[in-house]
């Protein structure tokens, strides 16, 4: 009962149909982050920082912030065998490519993303 308003079934998931009728899935509305009014994506932060070289997978996620509501972060998997890895490089790619808002404000280097069952990233 708690998920279905109006005979509709509310998954939670966001999206937009475009003009042929075609639905493209954007994300999942409780992992919106809220940053001063703004919505950031994490699906869409994460595809650009996948793209950098050297980085496996990453999560992005919203850590709260006094000021901003919420400020996105990024937690990044980069391949075995570098001898470093430049996020200020990282950083700078991102602000080419994503809106400024949406750049994550840290990026933490870790050994590996925690995973659900089903192998999907733990949020």
């Not at 042929?20 to 001063?36: A, E, P, Q």
């Not at 080419?96 to 990233?121: D, H, M, W």
């Amino acid at each position: 009962e708690e998920l279905l308003e109006d005979g509709w079934f509310r998954t939670g998931d966001l999206g937009k149909l475009d003009d042929d009728g075609y639905l493209t899935v954007s994300g999942r509305k409780k992992n919106v982050i809220n940053f001063s009014g703004m919505k950031i994506f994490p699906e869409e932060v994460e595809a650009t920082i996948n793209r950098f070289p050297g980085v496996m997978e990453s999560m992005v996620y919203g850590e709260p912030h006094e000021t901003y509501g919420q400020i996105p972060v990024a937690r990044l998997v980069v391949e075995s065998g570098l001898a470093s890895f430049d996020t200020m490089a990282l950083q700078r790619f991102c602000y080419e490519n994503l809106t400024r808002y949406k750049v994550p404000k840290q990026f933490e280097l870790v050994p590996e993303l925690a995973k659900t069952g089903s192998g999907k990233i733990r949020r």
